[in-house]
């Protein structure tokens, strides 16, 4: 099998950062120039950073923050620019996906400091930003 048909059969079954596929296909590599390959995908528009993010965010949507989805995205080697776009358009909806995740996991609002900080926790780990955790958390409605 040749590098270009590996990399075509990862990139069929989803998407993947030009970093995750260079990293994929290195073992398979033997000669053959592997950035010339990902540059020629990328010019044929089979590999894209920028929908890789956007799938990311789609499938973390709902259920993790901005900061999550940021930290996601740079542990697969996507570029900041991309990052960048990615997050401010995440960050939008982090409000109202912060409730949902805390309405489904706890349903009512802390009754004491213990309780707080337990849910403020739960939230932070879930990659949602400071001011959305304490926003939910404290009750605030817009």
């Given amino acids: 099998m040749s590098l270009r048909e590996r990399a075509l059969n990862l990139l069929a079954r989803r998407e993947h950062s030009r970093a995750e596929l260079a990293r994929k296909l290195a073992p398979h590599a033997e000669g053959e120039d592997l950035d010339t390959l990902l540059e020629g995908l990328e010019r044929e528009n089979l590999l894209s950073n920028a929908r890789f993010a956007e799938m990311l965010a789609h499938a973390r949507a709902g259920r993790h923050g901005s900061l999550r989805l940021k930290a996601d995205l740079r542990d ?17 909806s982090d409000l109202e996906a912060a409730r949902a995740v805390w309405r489904k996991k706890f349903r009512a609002l802390p009754r004491d400091a213990a309780e707080r900080a337990k849910q403020m926790r739960f939230l932070a780990g879930r990659g949602f930003p400071a001011d959305v955790v304490r926003r939910v958390v404290g009750g605030e409605e817009d």
């Fill in 76 to 92: 697969k080697g996507v570029p900041n620019e991309v990052i960048d776009a990615s997050v401010a358009a995440a960050r939008d």
